[in-house]
């Protein structure tokens, strides 16, 4: 078992910046795929960004590539979503998920989510 908890979300004018934190607790981190997923109002959740578990590969979405970067300490257990530049298109609701499966431009979500954590960019 793994638990998610995500924190640093908010309210962010267009062009802003956030890091999101990702505290992840149970089953061996530095062993998992850790990932990133978003959900806007009223659409389905789509892929943000992946890193392997050393953290030497990551893999994002074409929408945040060169805005977002996720990295990873395994040593606090811990995985960051730092956006910036961000967009209103960017609001939605950010979950963290753990032991992602996949390669290269396809990837599936892991069976552990956090509870999640609401991103707000205002115009």
Do not use: H
């Not at 981190?29 to 392997?52: D, H, N, Y």
């Not at 953290?55 to 805005?67: E, I, L, Q």
């Not at 395994?74 to 956006?83: F, G, P």
């Amino acid at each position: 078992q793994v638990q998610l908890a995500e924190s640093g979300g908010g309210l962010v004018q267009a062009g802003g910046s956030l890091r999101l934190s990702c505290a992840a607790s149970g089953r061996t981190f530095s062993t998992l795929v850790m990932g990133w997923f978003r959900q806007a109002p009223g659409k389905e959740r789509e892929f943000v960004a992946v890193i392997s578990w050393s953290g030497r590969s990551t893999y994002y979405a074409d929408s945040v590539k060169g805005r977002f970067t996720i990295s990873r300490d395994n040593a606090k257990n811990t995985v960051y979503l730092q956006m910036n530049s961000l967009r209103p298109e960017d609001t939605a609701v950010y979950y963290c998920n753990a032991d992602l499966q996949g390669s290269s431009s396809r990837w599936y979500w892991g069976a552990y989510w956090g509870q999640g954590t609401q991103v707000t960019v205002s115009s």
